[in-house]
């Protein structure tokens, strides 16, 4: 009996399920101590996730990339580019080629971002700083630092403002790329050899893998998200601006750290992603409510990611 019981502790103990306990705790706090603001009214809660959508669209691919060993630090950039090309174009042609363009935006600086890290061979950490600094500066001077607008309502019904009832189209999104990218990491070929690659990248070339390949193809998923994020941005904002995306880095990052993805490759969870989005999110609403400035928010998720990837340290030495 007393080894039965070692065994569920053990069980529950499992680094996997601390976003979740996280989640339920800090739920239940707000909820308590903001019972009076309506924190837990279906409205705000439904807000949450509007505002939280491309947090998690960009998780779940961060998610990918750090299956493999990578890291891409360019997210951010990304979604103003694709916004920003996505809206443009939308002013001449029709919304489909927009959406289209935008995406392969996305893709286009995964390709690039994969063949200089696997051709120079050097950290995807520092490959994907300088193509952050790149892309970010080519935002700028497109867009003169102004906002475009977008006036084409399906796309902003379809991207971000429409609803079912109290059901938001951002919310059919999460829903869809969360089993999209589920069955893509856990009931794939390719899904397999991702985490044996971040796993062990020779070992995987021992057996056949083409890591290289592997790890290409995660970043443009990587990449490909973030083009997608910054339609759903453009789609609720109704226009692009070149600051989209901007401060959204290290809630990406502490998201899918903290929902159970390795930093160091071999580990991850494309639910644990979601829901440490949904954590954020949830912790960014209460935090708001409560009084709390934009700086105060800043120093809270930088401690949740600290927690979480020494958490996740002590996991990997076991």
């Not at 502790?9 to 996997?16: D, H, S, T």
């Not at 239940?28 to 705000?44: A, K, R």
């Not at 490959?127 to 892309?135: A, P």
């Not at 958490?311 to 030495?317: H, L, M, P, S, Y």
């Amino acid at each position: 009996m007393n080894m039965d019981f070692k065994k569920i502790l053990a069980i529950l103990l499992k680094r996997e399920f601390f976003v979740y306990y996280g989640f339920i705790f800090v739920l239940l706090f707000f909820s308590i101590t903001l019972s009076d603001t309506g924190f837990l009214s279906v409205t705000n809660l439904m807000n949450i996730i509007k505002q939280t959508t491309p947090i998690t669209i960009m998780a779940i691919g961060q998610t990918f990339a750090l299956a493999c060993g990578h890291i891409d630090l360019s997210i951010g950039s990304v979604v103003a580019l694709s916004a920003w090309v996505g809206a443009v174009l939308m002013q001449d042609y029709p919304a489909p080629v927009a959406i289209f363009a935008a995406l392969m935006v996305g893709v286009a600086i995964g390709i690039i971002n994969g063949v200089l890290i696997e051709w120079l061979k050097v950290s995807s950490l520092l490959v994907t700083l300088g193509t952050m600094g790149i892309i970010s500066g080519i935002s700028r001077i497109f867009t003169n630092l102004e906002a475009i607008p977008i006036i084409n309502q399906d796309f902003n019904f379809i991207f971000g403002s429409g609803s079912f009832g109290i059901i938001s189209t951002l919310f059919l999104w999460t829903i869809g790329i969360f089993i999209i990218a589920f069955i893509a990491l856990n009931k794939t070929r390719y899904g397999r050899h991702l985490l044996a690659t971040g796993g062990n990248s020779k070992a995987a070339h021992a057996v056949g893998i083409d890591v290289v390949k592997t790890r290409i193809i995660a970043l443009v998923i990587t990449s490909g998200a973030a083009a997608l994020a910054g339609l759903l941005y453009s789609g609720r904002l109704h226009g692009a601006r070149y600051t989209l995306g901007e401060a959204d880095l290290l809630t990406v990052i502490a998201a899918v750290a903290i929902g159970g993805t390795s930093l160091f490759g071999g580990r991850a969870s494309i639910m644990g992603a979601v829901i440490g989005s949904w954590l954020m999110g949830i912790i960014n609403n209460g935090l708001i409510i409560s009084g709390f400035s934009t700086n105060e928010q800043l120093i809270a998720r930088g401690l949740i990611l600290v927690a979480a990837v020494a958490i996740g340290a002590k996991e990997d030495r076991k």
